[in-house]
């Protein structure tokens, strides 16, 4: 079946090291996000892309920064994580930019110790 | 900025009974898709509206978006432990990106 995988789906790293989080999806789909949810809470936009180009948003940290190697692959680098940053991490994608749904992965759930 | 609004924010009903969440914008919207986050899960895409006073159903689900593009509801009908979860809206005002809502909570007591 067509989806989209997260992995790992549960991350613990030490405040201030550097961790990647990866999603893959076999949609073929054009746009990958990525969100974050913190607990009892709508997810939020960090960024996506459409294709090969990349849109943040305007509140998203620099410290969270993102690569998109080939259409199937999308990586969400944190390069120095603060117990502020633990929470669940969405990836999602969609067909198209307007009017399409999100596919959502499971999610991987970081730990910052 | 924009801001979405769902009401309530959580609800307890009885297995059987019905319940409803409604979702707030400021704005015109173009189009508004509901989820559903099953606990310790994701998201999972439930419908789409895009024309003013639309009504859509699936099965034991109600889906409306009202008359002025502002605001939507999703109703179920005899509720089922199965229907736990949280309900999302979702909504863009004609760009591409979609806000979520604040979401409304469901506990089913069986």
């Known amino acids: 079946d067509a989806m989209v995988i997260q992995n790992p789906r549960y991350q613990v790293t030490q405040f201030g090291k550097p961790v990647t989080l990866s999603c893959s999806q076999t949609l073929n789909h054009n746009v990958m996000y990525w969100y974050q949810q913190k607990s009892s809470q709508a997810p939020k936009l960090l960024f996506h892309?459409?294709?090969?180009?990349?849109?943040n948003e305007a509140d998203t940290p620099d410290n969270f920064q993102s690569r998109r190697p080939n259409t199937s692959f999308c990586f969400l680098d944190i390069r120095s994580p603060g117990l502020g940053d633990a929470a669940m991490y969405l990836c999602?994608?969609?067909?198209?930019?307007?009017?399409?749904?999100?596919?959502f992965g499971s999610g991987t759930r970081l730990t910052v110790v | 900025g924009q801001q979405v609004m769902q009401i309530p924010q959580y609800q307890h009903v009885q297995e059987g009974e019905d319940f409803t969440t409604y979702c707030n914008s400021s704005t015109t919207l173009s189009n508004i898709q509901w989820y559903k986050q099953r606990p310790g899960g994701h998201p999972v895409f439930l419908i789409q509206l895009v024309k003013s006073g639309e009504v859509k159903k699936q099965k034991r689900l109600t889906f409306q978006f009202g008359e002025a593009k502002k605001n939507s509801s999703l109703h179920i009908t005899a509720t089922q432990t199965t229907d736990v979860g949280t309900y999302f809206c979702a909504v863009t005002s004609g760009t591409y990106k979609y806000i979520f809502g604040t979401g409304t909570r469901l506990k089913v007591l069986a």
């Open positions: 999602a994608t969609s067909r198209d930019l307007a009017g399409a749904h999100y596919t």
């Open positions: 892309y459409y294709d090969k180009d990349f849109n």
